[in-house]
């Protein structure tokens, strides 16, 4: 993949422009968990934990729950992701930010809404919830890259009487596949890593390795033990990547299109693409739902009193207003979204080493937070409890996910488009703003909703920095159903049915 | 391309707005006319509370929140000697020595107090015509059978508190019997407070199944207060029996470029108006004996008179173990 970059951008001064990323990665990701790994990682702990059966057990969990939901995430996002790239009819729109929008919210909202519904703990609400979060990231990765897969070629298939599984494994699959694996490998990576769904909803029996880091680092201070256990689950994901990698070489041709296809307004099959959306929302939406639902009523009575609350009142379990909350939220996410957007472009459009961008995927949040403070602690980098920082480590942490929704929009321009414009005199800027952008305008406002959507549900981190002020709303939510108090509650139920109406409103428009 | 001028301008706004605020907040590290407060995510004063601090000292109290409890504590520990702040808030008789061990603390005293009780239901047992129990003993009766929640100890500070009380209460040897019979009889452990008080909780928010729930002593005023439609009378009650007393302190941070503002905040912290306003906003009762209890808590909330209570310096020596064979009976 390195030499097909390098193939369609051969320009030297993409040299120079790498730098902007890379250091920026390293100031800001390689050296805190560098740093936090150098202090706290030792090989006899890391003997100890390898040789604990109980940790082994923890390991073995998180590794099995991940592929079976990766697996259910797939067989339902996929068919959604097909018809919303590929047809239009009325409130696509909201279908695609419906489906899009639980990505952002905090575990414990879709957990509430996934428990209000089965009444019952265990792997199957688990694996619900899994699906429920990263059907974005199957919809979002694999989306723009279905839309540009050529219809002609399929029509051609057609007509010359293939039917259509033969059409779809032959012409469609070998176009997709590497943004498929793309988006499985990170559903994977998000399902392994899971905490708050694993914690509410798997019962207290149920551990993932990252809520064992947590427990060990915060809970009971082992910080070795938790470094130990970061560094494995790290091994680990790295594996996975590389795998993913490899297994998507052989495929990546590029595209034999100019631009997004027009989506077809009337399907021959006109029911089952309505049909497939519909059953995605409903899995999708009715935890949403759950959550407006006790945002409304209380007591078996409708009552709007939590919604006034939250945009005129104050609430005595919050140090801030909720106004400010949601304005410190929504800054942060636009602050993070420009930085991240343009750097994540600089990295596809660039030979840059991939494997560096990934590395946010594969630590845990703990490690990082842990890095961060012990990082930036001495004048002139006394940065920890500055409120522009959280906003640069979300970027940090929405870097790999970004590359990853822009990557297949960028490997599918053809190098022919790039040759012709230079044939014709145009500068390499220059083709690239003419060309170039234009089509990649549809994956970039994806980019930036994506990178909005993951700053403003970040949690991990961001609870492990210190706070004056800043509170965002993740964070609030939790404080605000941490509290006892019917009205708390239920305004904390209004703020997680405010975000759910946000992104389902930002992302039915990018 | 309009998208490509926008994405350039902003990058480079965002990169200088943040080198320049940057440069601009490191002196403001080592101002001394500013005393900062280092405390848990929930703690949420009364507005305005430290303006009397400010014209009385000259000096500003910034709140600076991370995380919960066990967060706070263990950030705390790995920044010692260059603290994120002058005044530590929050730390509890469960997590106490393991401060003391890192020698975190420059001094420290009780600022505040709180009981973990087992809260009920009270409509659920009334109408049922049933009791509601009144000792640890009751819940592990078959009358009570499914109708615990508590929370997982090693990660949920109220649940940890239950489990140290049922050691104080049946001793060292034979807590573990007792939660033997409690898992028989159906205890049901959530991870958290707020998934075991706001959706497994019958008598709250949630509607959930379980009609009794490790909570606060102070959790039956905070229901009046925080009523979606104004009430008398809280919907759940407090077993006293079961309360086990957890201490809050305060103290300086080893480190801190302020000593002399950091000894003079803990004083007014622990000085009757600051003490007077904790019950409101913190849920806490004061320690110093002239402060005043409102209204609301003389009435609702629950002060036991022999709380069960353990030493820290035994709970941190057998923390780990007590929690290893709790594991070993539960999951």
């Known amino acids: 993949m390195a030499e097909l970059m390098e193939r369609h951008h051969p320009v030297s001064k993409t040299k120079t422009l790498l730098i902007a990323p890379v250091v920026f990665m390293s100031v800001f990701f390689v050296a805190p968990v560098t740093n936090s790994i150098l202090r706290y ?457 405010l975000m759910v109406l946000v992104t389902v409103g930002v992302m039915s428009r990018a | 391309m309009k998208l490509t001028r926008i994405l350039i301008v902003s990058f480079l706004v965002v990169i200088t707005s943040a080198c320049s605020s940057s440069s601009s907040n490191t002196s403001t590290d080592a101002t001394p006319n500013e005393v900062t407060l280092l405390a848990y995510d929930a703690f949420t004063p009364q507005e305005g509370i430290f303006d009397a601090f400010t014209a009385a000292t000259g000096a500003k109290v910034k709140v600076v929140t991370g995380g919960d409890t066990g967060t706070l504590i263990s950030k705390a520990i790995l920044t010692a000697g260059n603290p994120e702040g002058d005044v530590l808030w929050g730390l509890d008789n469960t997590l106490l020595s393991r401060a003391q061990k890192a020698e975190l603390l420059t001094s420290y005293e009780p600022v505040d107090t709180g009981d973990i009780c087992v809260n009920y239901d009270k409509q659920w047992f009334a109408s049922r015509n049933i009791a509601p129990p009144k000792s640890l003993e009751d819940l592990a009766n078959p009358t009570y059978k499914n109708l615990l929640v508590t929370q997982d100890p090693v990660a949920s500070s109220p649940g940890l508190g239950f489990l140290l009380g049922t050691i104080a209460h049946f001793g060292a040897d034979n807590w573990q019997g007792y939660w033997k019979s409690l898992k028989a009889n159906g205890v049901h452990v959530s991870p958290d407070w707020t998934t075991a008080y706001t959706i497994d909780f019958s008598g709250s928010s949630g509607k959930g199944k379980y009609p009794l729930v490790v909570s606060y002593g102070s959790s039956p005023p905070a229901e009046v207060l925080y009523a979606e439609k104004p009430i008398d009378t809280p919907p759940t009650a407090v077993i006293e029996s079961t309360c086990f007393r957890q201490t809050e302190y305060v103290g300086a941070l080893k480190g801190t470029r302020n000593p002399n503002n950091a000894k003079l905040l803990i004083s007014y912290l622990l000085d009757v108006p600051f003490q007077e306003s904790m019950p409101l906003s913190l849920f806490v009762f004061p320690v110093n004996k002239n402060a005043t209890l409102p209204d609301l808590f003389t009435k609702f909330a629950v002060t036991p008179k022999n709380p069960l209570t353990l030493d820290p310096a035994d709970i941190e020596k057998n923390r780990d173990t007590w929690l290893n064979s709790w594991r070993d009976i539960i999951l």
């Open chain 1, 41 to 497: 990682f030792r090989f006899s702990e890391f003997g100890n934990v390898l040789g604990n059966h109980s940790l082994r057990g923890v390991a073995w969990f998180s590794m099995w729950q991940a592929l079976i939901s990766t697996l259910f995430t797939l067989v339902i996002a996929l068919p959604a992701t097909w018809a919303l790239s590929r047809f239009t009819f009325p409130g696509v729109r909201l279908v695609r930010g419906v489906l899009t929008a639980p990505f952002v919210l905090p575990a414990v909202v879709v957990a509430a809404g996934v428990l209000a519904i089965t009444d019952s703990r265990g792997v199957v609400p688990v694996i619900w919830a899994h699906v429920v979060f990263n059907m974005s990231v199957i919809l979002r990765i694999v989306g723009p890259r279905w839309a540009m897969v050529n219809l002609r070629l399929e029509h051609a298939a057609a007509t010359l009487g293939a039917r259509p599984s033969r059409t779809f494994s032959l012409v469609v699959w070998p176009q997709i596949s590497d943004a498929v694996i793309s988006a499985a490998t990170l559903v994977f990576i998000f399902c392994f890593t899971s905490f708050g769904v694993i914690a509410i909803l798997g019962g207290v029996s149920r551990r993932t390795l990252e809520s064992e880091i947590f427990t060990q680092a915060v809970r009971l201070g082992n910080t070795e033990t938790a470094t130990a256990l970061a560094v494995l689950q790290a091994v680990i994901i790295c594996t996975v990547i590389f795998i993913a990698r490899q297994s998507s070489r052989p495929n990546s041709t590029s595209l034999h299109v100019s631009a997004p296809q027009p989506l077809r307004t009337k399907p021959r099959h006109r029911n089952t693409p309505l049909l497939i959306s519909v059953t995605a929302v409903v899995i999708v939406a009715s935890p949403l739902l759950a959550t407006i639902y006790r945002s409304l009523v209380v007591n078996n009575q409708f009552s709007f009193s939590a919604w006034r609350t939250i945009f005129s009142g104050s609430l005595p379990a919050l140090s801030v207003s909720p106004q400010l909350v949601i304005t410190t939220s929504l800054v942060f996410a636009i602050i993070a979204a420009c930085i991240c957007v343009p750097l994540a472009l600089l990295v596809v459009t660039t030979s840059a080493p991939r494997a560096l961008f990934s590395l946010p995927l594969a630590i845990s949040a703990a490690t990082l937070g842990i890095g961060l403070i012990i990082t930036f602690n001495t004048s002139p980098y006394a940065w920890r409890s500055e409120r522009w920082f959280i906003p640069v480590i979300h970027a940090v942490i929405a870097l790999p996910l970004v590359i990853r929704a822009l990557e297949p929009a960028v490997r599918a321009i053809p190098t022919s488009f790039r040759n012709a414009s230079a044939t014709l005199g145009a500068s390499p800027i220059a083709t690239w703003r003419h060309v170039e952008l234009p089509l990649l305008k549809p994956a970039l406002l994806r980019a930036t909703g994506l990178s909005m959507a993951i700053s403003l549900g970040e949690f991990g981190a961001t609870s492990f920095l210190s706070r004056s002020g800043s509170t965002t709303l993740p964070i609030a939510i939790a404080q605000l159903l941490g509290r006892p108090g019917v009205a708390t509650q239920q305004a904390g139920f209004a703020l997680a049915a």
